[in-house]
């Protein structure tokens, strides 16, 4: 059972809306201070969810801002929305980020030739339940896709809730094209298109779209963890990223509970959600 809750500031489908996290001990920040690994095993990990299932709205841990509150991502000063792909609505899974995690930008992995995003590792959990926005809940990792995002490496894992129906029958990446047939289809065609409809080109992926297996996605996060961990210990540059944390032990960027309480109570009140753009629900098709 996750020992994390959320409080939510600003108003919901606007710029100043914010998800903080709370913990055990008081306000934590969703980026630094949850640990990656759930048990003592390190076989089943911690997932932040941004995106629930079926929604459109694109929500990201926010690197920049003190406590890493999820936010809505902006473009040209407008909060964005992911199109209805048809015949899918919003993103189809629970989609969201490995605390402790972090994709270096200056590390350059040489089976693609190009370098990190800067972000948290990316997380598609593939179950059947539809998860909360800000819900941390506890997943097995069972492979992993590699998006060439503007020419940045941008790993996306597939795992699965460990309480999910299928979680014992699903183990690693060839599990799942037999328990759920089409659904690995679906994702790649879900990355390669998603931005089509904004105007933009087509994404590539590196291995000719393929999912890789389990192994090969446990080493992508151990190795993402510990890239996390030089960006903790200023042996990197932090390059913009706030790093302040209530709980990483010996980290320079550790500050006190009750100030990262007052960024919290700071934060815009909460309002009633703002109406959604008339252009969200609608489908959009794209010539394969």
Same mark, same amino acid.
């Given at each position: ?31 630094? &201070? ?137 183990? &690693? ?116």
């Amino acid at each position: 059972m996750s020992t994390y809750s959320i409080v939510e500031k600003g108003t919901l489908n606007t710029m100043d809306y914010r998800i903080y996290f709370s913990g055990p001990s008081g306000v934590v920040s969703p980026f630094h &201070d949850i640990p990656l690994h759930a048990d003592s095993s390190k076989t089943v990990f911690n997932m932040v969810v941004e995106i629930p299932r079926w929604t459109n709205h694109k929500m990201e841990i926010c690197k920049e801002d003190k406590l890493n509150p999820i936010k809505q991502d902006v473009k040209k000063g407008k909060v964005r929305f992911v199109k209805n792909l048809f015949p899918h609505h919003g993103y189809i899974w629970n989609y969201g980020a490995f605390p402790q995690t972090w994709e270096d930008p200056n590390h350059t992995e040489p089976e693609t030739n190009t370098k990190g995003d800067s972000d948290p590792l990316d997380v598609c959990e593939i179950g059947s339940k539809i998860h909360k926005r800000g819900a941390v809940i506890q997943v097995k990792v069972v492979g992993i896709m590699c998006l060439i995002d503007e020419g940045e490496t941008d790993w996306k894992v597939l795992a699965i809730d460990v309480t999910d129906p299928l979680a014992n029958e699903i183990n &690693d990446v060839e599990d799942i094209e037999k328990k759920m047939p089409g659904f690995l289809k679906a994702t790649y065609e879900w990355f390669r298109y998603y931005k089509v409809p904004d105007g933009k080109p087509e994404n590539q992926f590196a291995f000719n779209g393929e999912a890789k297996n389990k192994a090969y996605a446990l080493k992508v996060v151990e190795e993402t963890h510990k890239q996390w961990q030089n960006l903790m210990n200023k042996t990197v540059d932090a390059a913009g990223i706030s790093c302040e944390n209530t709980t990483v032990g010996g980290s320079p960027y550790k500050f006190g509970v009750e100030e990262a309480k007052t960024i919290v109570e700071n934060a815009p009140a909460p309002g009633t959600a703002a109406d959604l753009p008339s252009d969200v629900d609608q489908w959009h098709y794209i010539s394969k």
